[in-house]
């Protein structure tokens, strides 16, 4: 089994940056791969990124237009996301999953964190 915990989410001026971590515990993380959905109020769950187990492939939705990057740190067990220019439609609760495959559907994942709730002022 794996947990994972996500954090570093804030209230942040538009325009701003956050980076968004996820640690993992359990001993799967490094031969796991990993993503980032979002969901804020009203709104469906949506992908942002995910990355596989040794970081050789990535895949972006294409609302990130460059300003959010993922990467993972296998030998801290933790996976990231970089995000600058934040806009207020960012504002969302952020969560991190993991599964078998590389995938930008939630339902193929098999565990996910908390959630990380982030707000972008206006």
């Known amino acids: 089994q794996i947990q994972l915990v996500e954090s570093g989410g804030a209230v942040v001026q538009a325009g701003g940056s956050l980076r968004l971590s996820c640690a993992a515990s359990?001993?799967?993380?490094?031969?796991?791969?990993m993503g980032w959905f979002r969901q804020a109020p009203g709104k469906e769950r949506e992908f942002i990124a995910a990355?596989?187990?040794?970081?050789?492939?990535?895949a972006y939705a294409a609302f990130v237009r460059g300003r959010f990057t993922i990467s993972r740190d296998n030998a801290k067990n933790t996976v990231y996301l970089q995000m600058n220019s934040l806009k207020p439609e960012d504002t969302a609760v952020y969560y991190c999953?993991?599964?078998?495959?590389?995938?930008?559907?939630?339902?193929?994942?098999?565990?996910w964190g908390q959630g990380t709730q982030v707000i972008v002022s206006s």
């Open positions: 359990g001993r799967t993380f490094s031969s796991s791969n």
């Open positions: 999953a993991v599964g078998r495959v590389m995938s930008t559907k939630w339902e193929q994942y098999d565990d």
């Open positions: 990355i596989n187990w040794n970081g050789g492939h990535i």
